[in-house]
Each structure stands twice: as C-alpha cells, then as structure tokens.
C-alpha cells in the first residue's frame, strides 16, 4: 500500500503533537505524493540534495535550513545564482522536503541528544531527568583533552576547539547540542555544578568570553566547541529509526555530510 | 595639563558626531576622571583588565563587549560568579571601561577595516571608495591558499577555516571583519564579481552552506574564517595613533589577547 509524505510527516509529528509556531514546515512538495524512499540529512545542501535523488529518494528530512537562514525566508534571496539554482534542482525533481527541527528536540528524551549520546555511547553517564547533564565513573581520571579524545575517535573529527585548561579533571558536563545560544549556554556552566560545557557552534563573543574569563578566574570550568554539524549530525539517526519502525519496507537512509569548512 | 576621561571619549566620537543609538557606552567610570594611561583592547577580558591596571591604565577602550552579550545587558548575569567577580575588579579599581564599536566603524574610512589593512599591508589593494573590495595585480598567480598563508604570517595564525577549495584563483575578494551578519556576508559574495570572502565570525547554517553549495555548483567562490578576534584585533592600532596624535605625552598602549579558543 502506498505510503505519503504526510503520513511520513504525520509519524515525525506524532511525539509532539501538530504546532502551529515552528520551522518545521515542507519546503518543497506535496503531502498527497507517494513516498519512494526518505534521505535523512542534518542540512540539505546541493550536493545532498543530488546523492538523494540518485538514490531513489523522493523526500528529504532536513534538520538545518535549505536557504541559508533559520526561517528559510526566500525574498531577500530572490535572483540570487546559488539560491535559483538550488531552487530549481529542488522543484525540477520534485523532491519533497521537510524541515524536522523544533519537532525532534522536542521528543522525549530530545531525539537529537538521544541520537547523539547512543553514536558516542555515552547513554550510561546520562540523567534520565535531565538528558543534556553527563556524570562520569566515580574513578575515571578523565580530563577535558581525554573527551575531546573520545569525541573524536566516535565522532570522526580531527580536532575541535577548546577554550579553557585542557587538563582539567572532569567528573561532569553537559552536552548542548546545535547553537542555543549564549545565554542557554552560559547558564548551564552556571546553575549546574559541571567542570566542562560540550557545545555546538558558539557566538564568539559570548559563550568564549565567559569561559575564558572563569578560566583565568582560576575557577573549573572549561569547554569544548564541536561545530554545530558534528554536534547534532548523528542524532538524526533517532529520524532513520523512528520511520524503519513505523514504514518497514520503505527505504529509509541517513546520508552523512562532509563539514562546510576545512582547516588549512 | 590633566586629560579627562570626557575628552579622550569626544576624540574618539569626533570623526563621527555623537550619536544616542549605539551600544558604545561608559560602562564604568566617570568622564570627569583625569587619565593617566589608556589600553585599547579588542576586548576588555578579566585577564587583559588585570594587565591595563597593572601598566598603570585607568581608562581601557575595548572594541568588544564586556559582559558577554553584545549590549551589556547584566540583568540576566546578576548573582552569576564569572559576572561578579569581573565586575568587582573593574568597580574596585575605578578603572574607566569605553566600548568603542559603532563609532569606529563608522570613521570613514573605517577605522578597524583601515588598521587591518595596514596590519596586512594591503593599503594598495583597496578600492578607495570600497574599502572592503581588494583586488590583487594581474600577474598575481594568488590562491585562496595563498592568501590564507599570507594572512596566517601576518597576524599570528596557526590555521584558518575555508569553504570552498584552497586551490581556487584569486583576482578580487572581500574583507568583512567581524561578525556583520550572513545576509551581509552573502550579499558581498553575491553582488560583487569576488572570488574569495574573508570573513571573522559567521553562523554555520548561513553564509558557510552558501559558500559550500556555490562551490559544489561549480562557481568560483571561497571563504576564509580569520575568527572574530583575528579579524579585527589589530584594527583598534587606528585607535592608539589617533590617540597618540591627539594627547601627546599621554600614555596609551594596544595590548593583545591570545585567542579564547585552542585547537586540540
């Protein structure tokens, strides 16, 4: 029997429940399409775009924008050559594109934290009441630099940012995924009495200065910024589980993205 | 004759006219206050607050916020120790604390862009009526690789970030220090016939997926992340000269941070 984009949406949607204040919203397609094959990806670039549809994929779950802003607004973008150019790649396909952001941090437990902690294997040092608060073995000797280690062996990065002493003991972190923004992120150094803050992408200004500053105020405190892509790529794998569980038989494939950026 | 704390402020605001609607601000201090040494400062760190009192500064002109948040809002940091502690060293000493960001940018030309090109000794390849727009001789042979190196050299870089290929060839390129915003980086990148933007600080999900998916369409575009600091630390030297010409005798002194942030 023919499986649509909306009961595929319908199956994204149904651990929140429909809301109307969100980004989650289908920027390309129609609900009523027959679904062929589902791509999840953390971010719809061209080139993912072009893999998805080579596959036999016609609907893209995207957790980061299309069009190069949070909204996806596409006025200020109108003419632009990368912007037409992606559009028409998008519409001359037809491949169905739905943005899953709100929705899945909203799950319970946080799909893309889940997500995360089980590709680092860290479900154990996890609070069940509260997902982003991280306490490690009372004898574990590990320190800021010996989870940036571990990160980056599970995570397949060859180095990550670190603002503060990378010698630090760590008995507890926090994990905050994406970019929350700096306020969210200094406030979990603050309320909860962890050493090191394991982040996304950071405002440079914020979350940076504050570290740096409590750091040099000789307090433990310490962070390790991953880049909002590695920090949240794998949690879209909870997306490729929920929907193999509901539509067994539709194939369903997480497409991993090299990073934008490289160091030189 | 005694220098006040008011007159080395107007010198800053002249070459613009005071304005109400600017987050440049006295953030400690009094303008009747006598000076006896200014440190300008990218941005007013505890660290580089301990160092400026230590030298004998009382008035410290920082580019960058100081409380963590771009209008120094402290509401919010009420009661938090990094913010208490921060803000007792500054209170204590009486140390007069002057964010000069909107000003500076609005000296024409503008005064950070103007001193990093000076830092980069690449006053001959600006456009006089654009000074963000570099365009390089014709018998260049430059990359964006090559130019990452040049600016690693320059200013004290161990690596920077690129989207798109190193090995593109450069003729023109664009230079927006700091953080202006990804609709502003793309617009240089759109409606200017560059190859290569040289960015400070930007949002992954915008201008470093625009950059990406350009190049994997084939268009010749580039970016480099210099970071924040980088890319502008070395723009308040406009400031010591203009304050060196205006109060001759008066110390002032530009004293630079490492960088928030190390790569493990």
């Given at each position: 029997m023919a499986i649509t984009v909306g009961q595929v949406l319908d199956a994204l949607i149904a651990p929140v429940g429909k809301r109307e204040d969100t980004v989650d919203t289908l920027?390309?397609?129609?609900?009523?399409?027959?679904?062929r094959g589902v791509a999840v990806v953390f971010l719809a670039t061209y080139e993912v775009i072009g893999r998805a549809i080579a596959s036999g994929a016609n609907l893209i779950i995207t957790h980061e924008p299309t069009y190069y802003n949070h909204l996806d607004e596409t006025d200020w973008l109108s003419g632009d050559p990368v912007y037409e150019r992606k559009r028409a790649l998008i519409e001359s396909?037809?491949?169905?594109?739905?943005?899953?952001?709100?929705?899945?941090?909203?799950y319970k437990p946080d799909g893309i934290v889940d997500g995360m902690l089980r590709a680092l294997d860290w479900e154990a040092y996890a609070d069940p009441d509260k997902t982003l608060m991280l306490t490690l073995p009372e004898d574990g000797?590990?320190?800021v630099r010996s989870i940036a280690d571990e990160i980056k062996r599970k995570l397949g990065i060859d180095s990550v940012m670190v603002a503060g002493d990378p010698e630090l003991a760590v008995t507890r972190f926090g994990f905050a995924v994406g970019a929350p923004g700096g306020r969210s992120q200094?406030?979990?150094l603050r309320e909860r009495d962890i050493e090191l803050l394991i982040a996304g992408e950071t405002n440079e200004w914020e979350t940076n200065e504050y570290v740096r500053d409590a750091a040099d105020m000789g307090m433990n405190k310490a962070m390790i910024i991953l880049g909002h892509q590695k920090s949240e790529e794998l949690g879209m794998r909870t997306v490729v589980k929920l929907l193999?569980?509901?539509?067994?038989?539709?194939?369903v494939d997480h497409l991993e993205l090299p990073t934008a950026l490289r160091r030189i």
């Amino acid at each position: 029997m023919a499986i649509t984009v909306g009961q595929v949406l319908d199956a994204l949607i149904a651990p929140v429940g429909k809301r109307e204040d969100t980004v989650d919203t289908l920027k390309n397609g129609n609900p009523e399409e027959e679904v062929r094959g589902v791509a999840v990806v953390f971010l719809a670039t061209y080139e993912v775009i072009g893999r998805a549809i080579a596959s036999g994929a016609n609907l893209i779950i995207t957790h980061e924008p299309t069009y190069y802003n949070h909204l996806d607004e596409t006025d200020w973008l109108s003419g632009d050559p990368v912007y037409e150019r992606k559009r028409a790649l998008i519409e001359s396909s037809g491949v169905a594109v739905f943005r899953l952001h709100d929705y899945i941090h909203q799950y319970k437990p946080d799909g893309i934290v889940d997500g995360m902690l089980r590709a680092l294997d860290w479900e154990a040092y996890a609070d069940p009441d509260k997902t982003l608060m991280l306490t490690l073995p009372e004898d574990g000797g590990r320190t800021v630099r010996s989870i940036a280690d571990e990160i980056k062996r599970k995570l397949g990065i060859d180095s990550v940012m670190v603002a503060g002493d990378p010698e630090l003991a760590v008995t507890r972190f926090g994990f905050a995924v994406g970019a929350p923004g700096g306020r969210s992120q200094m406030a979990y150094l603050r309320e909860r009495d962890i050493e090191l803050l394991i982040a996304g992408e950071t405002n440079e200004w914020e979350t940076n200065e504050y570290v740096r500053d409590a750091a040099d105020m000789g307090m433990n405190k310490a962070m390790i910024i991953l880049g909002h892509q590695k920090s949240e790529e794998l949690g879209m794998r909870t997306v490729v589980k929920l929907l193999r569980d509901a539509f067994p038989g539709l194939p369903v494939d997480h497409l991993e993205l090299p990073t934008a950026l490289r160091r030189i």
